[in-house]
Structures are given as structure tokens and as C-alpha cells.
């Protein structure tokens, strides 16, 4: 193989791979003492949104996530779909993400087989899109 070839083949690779992008589904606490969380997901066929191992993070100044600063989650609940913690002031909960996808209603067509799992977190499946707003590459709901 030519060079120009090798380097126009590496040349997509990279434009390729850099078209990956990801939103995260978060909630953040943004009071001065810590709240009770309590939510579940449903067990589907195909790619959850919502996964079995969400992350808690501390929030930068701005309120935007601290990916340097994961903190402990203790969860309470100890079946495999519900889950309930402390979530810390001033962090935030990422709980379920898509790739390469635009979230814009829990009803829309999900590409690469997503399924929309979450049932409740105080709120009902059927409430989620008033309380999650897209915002900076999340979708969101916060907690004043």
C-alpha cells in the first residue's frame, strides 16, 4: 500500500472516531445538605439508557461534573433494578447515558437498540420529560 493511501485511511479512522459523543442522563443536587434518592429501572432486551451502576460526582464551581472527583455511593436498596443513597450537596448523580444519540422524548426512536428503562425516581416514567431538560450535553433535572 502507498503512503497516500495508508495516511487517507488513517485520515477517516480519526474523523470517525472523533464523532462519538455522549449524553448523560444526571441529577443534580445543587442545596447545602444531602437528600435521599430513590429510584428504579426495568430489566429490557436490547441497551438500557439507565444502567445498574450509576456514579456520583462532586460539582465544579460552575456546576458542571467533576469527573476528578467520584465519591462512594452506598446504596440501601438491595435489589438489582432499585436503588436508594445519599446524594452528597453541591454533586451530581449520572445515571444512564446514550452514544451517538440525541435525546429528545422518552417516546422517540433510539438508534444502536437503546431502550428507555427508567420507572421512577419519585416522579413517574411518563413525568421524566417535564423534569429533564437538556442542557450543555446533559439532560437534567436540579435540585435548588
Not at 49 to 67: L, R, V
Request: proline share 1%.
Amino acid at each position: 500500500m502507498n503512503k497516500t493511501k495508508t495516511y487517507s485511511i488513517i485520515a477517516i479512522i480519526f474523523f470517525l472516531s472523533a464523532c462519538s459523543w455522549q449524553e448523560s442522563f444526571i441529577l443534580k443536587n445543587n442545596l447545602s445538605s444531602a437528600i435521599i434518592v430513590s429510584y428504579s429501572i426495568s430489566q429490557v432486551d436490547g441497551f438500557a439508557i439507565f444502567d445498574n451502576q450509576p456514579n456520583i460526582y462532586q460539582s465544579t464551581k460552575s456546576g458542571d461534573i467533576n469527573w476528578e472527583k467520584e465519591l462512594k455511593i452506598e446504596d440501601k436498596d438491595t435489589s438489582e433494578l432499585g436503588f436508594q443513597f445519599a446524594l452528597p450537596a453541591n454533586s451530581i448523580l449520572k445515571f444512564g447515558h446514550l452514544s451517538n444519540d440525541n435525546y429528545s422524548n422518552k417516546d422517540q426512536y433510539f438508534i444502536n437498540g437503546r431502550v428507555f428503562n427508567f420507572e421512577n425516581m419519585e416522579i413517574s416514567k411518563d413525568k421524566f420529560d417535564s423534569f429533564f431538560k437538556k442542557k450543555n450535553g446533559y439532560i437534567a433535572y436540579e435540585i435548588k
